[in-house]
């Protein structure tokens, strides 16, 4: 079964400082998608980053960088300079692999709480 | 572009009584539909979702059930609530075809007294 590991409750770290929140996955299939959410205290869900199990490279969204360790079955988000507005909880995401059609159906981790001290 | 909608933003509801969600999303059509569950400090589980009008797909046995009599329309229902039905529930879209993410709406707070 796929399944989505975050084994960190609850991290500090200091503004303008760079961030790692580790998450692991478990999944015997080779074509899969992983996601980072952003979900801010009033509870939206904001999408942050995206990395195809078949991509070559590390995803990048502007302060956002995935680190896919795909051997290791890793796929971290690195915040670079963090700021105040960055404290939330971070969920991490497995697209489940498809069987004759896109559902497109997400599995969550359990989350990490940011908080960002000034 | 595209919205999605949800209401009530929150409910305080008895046990016992019927629950009623809307989740409605507009600016796309054909839309892949999904009702999630977030307890107090947890992650999402999903409940239901849709790759079409009518068409259901239960993740997890449950007391609530879904429906989508329209095709950008969503419901979330339930006859009698449970005090285990409180949490945040979050209605998201995604496109049909393989897609890169999910589009989650502001979710509704249940409290179920």
Known sequence: ?118 | SQTIHQWPATLVQPVGSPLSLECTVEGTSNPNLYWYRQAAGRGLQLLFYSVGIGQISSEVPQNLSASRPQDRQFILSSKKLLLSDSGFYLCAWSKRELSYEQYFGPGTRLTVT
């Open chain 1, 1 to 118: 079964a796929q399944k989505i590991t975050q084994t960190q409750p609850g991290m500090f770290v200091q503004e303008k400082e760079a961030v790692t929140l580790d998450c692991t996955y478990d999944t015997s299939d080779p074509s899969y998608g992983l996601f980072w959410y952003k979900q801010p205290s009033s509870g939206e869900m904001i999408f942050l980053i995206y990395q195809g199990s078949y991509d070559q490279q590390n995803a990048t969204e502007g302060r956002y960088s995935l680190n896919f360790q795909k051997a290791r079955k890793s796929a971290n988000l690195v915040i670079s300079a963090s700021q105040l507005g960055d404290s939330a909880m971070y969920f991490c995401a497995m697209r489940e692999a498809t069987r004759g059609g896109a559902t497109n159906k997400l599995i969550f981790g359990t989350g990490t709480l940011l908080a960002v001290q000034p």
